[in-house]
């Protein structure tokens, strides 16, 4: 989709806002009908809350302006990665797609330490695009983990 690249500076711009604000520096849209649908930043600290990931949030937004918890004609652009949680989500939303920038080597559910969103034996596989701006997604993380 020539879209990807678009969407994923959206989500990149989300990652700096929580950045800003002390949150681990990951940003996530929903695009749905060629809309964007919701957007939604890391909100751990702001909020108090584990499950308060970015693209947690963006889910719950989405089926609330879509009316429906079913994602199946939506897209997820999100620069990490996803977390089991939040992999584990997306599948119960029935998410369509992901587009992830950088990959996640210690906690990534999309395929580089388990794949949840292509399990055979799960309800519903979501179809995943990788690396989508993966250096400058990567480079944030990197960023705000070296100033830790």
Not at 104 to 132: C, E, F, Q, W
Request: aromatic share 6%.
């Amino acid at each position: 989709m020539n879209n990807d690249q678009e969407y994923m500076r959206l989500a990149l711009e989300l990652a700096r806002e929580a950045l800003e604000n002390g949150e681990i520096p990951v940003g996530a849209i929903v695009v749905a009908g060629g809309e964007l649908t919701a957007k939604a930043r890391n909100e751990k600290e702001l909020r108090g809350d584990a499950t308060a990931h970015a693209e947690m949030l963006a889910l719950q937004r989405a089926a609330v302006k879509i009316g429906s918890w079913r994602l199946t004609d939506a897209t997820m652009y999100v620069t990490l990665e996803p977390c089991p949680m939040c992999a584990g989500a997306m599948i119960q939303a029935r998410l369509g797609r992901l587009v992830f920038g950088a990959y996640d080597p210690k906690a990534g559910a999309a395929g580089s330490v388990i794949n949840l969103l292509d399990y055979p034996t799960l309800n519903h596989r979501v179809k995943v695009k990788s690396g989508v701006l993966a250096e400058e997604c990567g480079q944030i993380m990197k960023d705000f983990f070296a100033a830790k």
